[in-house]
DNA sequence: TCGTTAATAT
DNA sequence: GATATTAACG
């Protein structure tokens, strides 16, 4: 059965996260007073750059927005060495990047869903196959244990959203769970990811704040109220970058700007919807 | 070099 | 304690 070839680049469109999904987290997630505790001050611009659009570069660089780099007394660096030798901040996994992670090994197929395959697949800019490495070891780790619970019966629940708080955001296809099927490769000739995704990053130089956000709208009518604690870092979108080679692709007609352009359409959890 | 696993750091 | 990064190994 397999009828969704084409659904499947279609779908990831519909499932790539929508510009108003990832405004609020791209925007400013440091409330004004936070910033003050921090000591932080946005000396590029309070209110004009809608999304700068960041890069890896930025990424590496925190700017001084940002808490110190590493406390290593005024070392400083230069101040504009290039990503090269700076260490990217932690990334996190957030539930649309992490889906964007299932959906590349989905299409990939276990036999080949590695790291390096994974990361080019999702084109996230500034994510390295050590990134993908590191989530698919735990990702492996959790389809294993899935199976395990789900056949032993033992008394405790398949889904445990506490158990993996992200894994459990994310489908995971069938096939994940059975092992391959010998005499039959379905693989996908699928190319050329759509890269008109943007899926968001947040670093957190010393703070490690754990928050919620997802959930499409359509489904749940549940809306988590606003009540972020307000300690979220910098985060920033990626993607976009020129290809010197390659077919230069597409740039689907994003906006990446108007913060808030519709007022009615945030679906921000703070919670994943207990629903299981 | 790449992928996987274990250990370490935050 | 959980999660991501770094190191070591195949």
Redesign the pocket.
Known sequence: MKEDESNWLSRWEEQLPSPDELMPLSQTLITPHLALVFDLHNPNNPQSTPLPAPTPSSLAHPSSSEFENSGDLGSGAGGDEPARTL???????TPQLHKRFVDAVAHLGIKN?????IMQLMSVDGLT???V??????Y?LYLKRMQGHSNGGGGLASSDPA????FASSPVPAHFLHPVRPGQDHFMPFVAPPQSGRPIWVTH??L?Q?FHQQRQVGQVGHFGSPHSNGQFEHSFMTRQQAGPRMGAPPPYGEDVESGEANGRRTVLTLFPTGDD
Request: charged fraction near 30%; hydrophobic fraction near 25%.
């Open positions: 260490k990217r901040p932690r990334l996190v996994w869903a590695v790291p390096k395959t196959r050590e990134n490495a590191s989530h698919l070891q735990k492996r158990t993996d708080h992200l130089p010393q490690q754990q």
